[in-house]
């Protein structure tokens, strides 16, 4: 398995008409130049990878799968503190 890298940026493209209407595409690029291309999400999957995209940091993505990771936050009774 490859290692995870760190999200440096991203794109998106929301497809209004055609083949692909309806359908949002996503690229995540890298911090050495790389990119992972996420193709054909719906657009609530892509708002949703959108958002984290936005508001959390650090965020490693396995370029083999895409498979997000974000950083550790505290749950429950220790959330906030």
Wanted: net charge negative; glycine share 8%; no cysteine.
């Amino acid at each position: 398995m490859a290692p995870h890298k760190v999200v440096a940026r991203y794109r998106v493209a929301y497809i209004p008409t055609g083949s692909k209407a309806n359908q949002t595409e996503i690229i995540v690029y890298f911090e050495d130049g790389t990119y992972y291309h996420y193709e054909g999400l719906s657009p609530e999957a892509g708002h949703h990878l959108v958002d984290m995209l936005r508001n959390e940091r650090p965020i490693w993505v396995d370029p083999q799968n895409g498979l997000f990771v974000v950083a550790e936050e505290p749950v429950g009774d220790n959330e906030g503190t």
